[in-house]
Nanobody
Framework: QLQASGGGLVQAGGSLRLSCAAS????????MGWFRQAPGKEREFVAG????????TYGDSAKGRFTISRDRAKTPVYLQMSMLKPEDTAVYYC?????????????????WGQGTQVTVSS
């Protein structure tokens, strides 16, 4: 299973680092991703990373502010979020993809962790 952590309350302009860890199995050969869901909105792709960390992709809202990372072929995945805005407020989920590459396609993620709440105050 996957478990996201590191969320919390932060002021606009601040930073948070989210972590995603696995228990019971490893996802070292899987692409990994972060999604978020705000109240009343659909789940949104935030960032993805290939199994070896060599390729990353970002949703439009994350570009230039967020950085996804992982140690090569290891499960723990991180999301460094900077310049946070109130509209970043959401529950953030990490997920493992069916493939080893990175993907923005929600349907390609078949393992999901419990989310972590991020709240950005104005």
């Amino acid at each position: 299973q996957l478990q996201a952590s590191g969320g919390g309350l932060v002021q606009a302009g601040g930073s948070l680092r989210l972590s995603c860890a696995a228990s019971g199995r490893t996802f070292s050969n899987n692409g990994m991703g972060w999604f978020r869901q705000a109240p009343g909105k659909e789940r949104e792709f935030v960032a993805g990373i290939a199994w070896n960390g060599a390729r990353t992709t970002y949703g439009d809202s994350a570009k230039g502010r967020f950085t996804i990372s992982r140690d090569r072929a290891k499960t723990p995945v991180y999301l460094q979020m900077s310049m946070l805005k109130p509209e970043d407020t959401a529950v953030y989920y990490c997920a493992a993809a069916r493939t080893s590459s990175t993907t923005t396609d929600y349907s390609q993620y078949n393992y999901w962790g419990q989310g972590t709440q991020v709240t950005v105050s104005s």
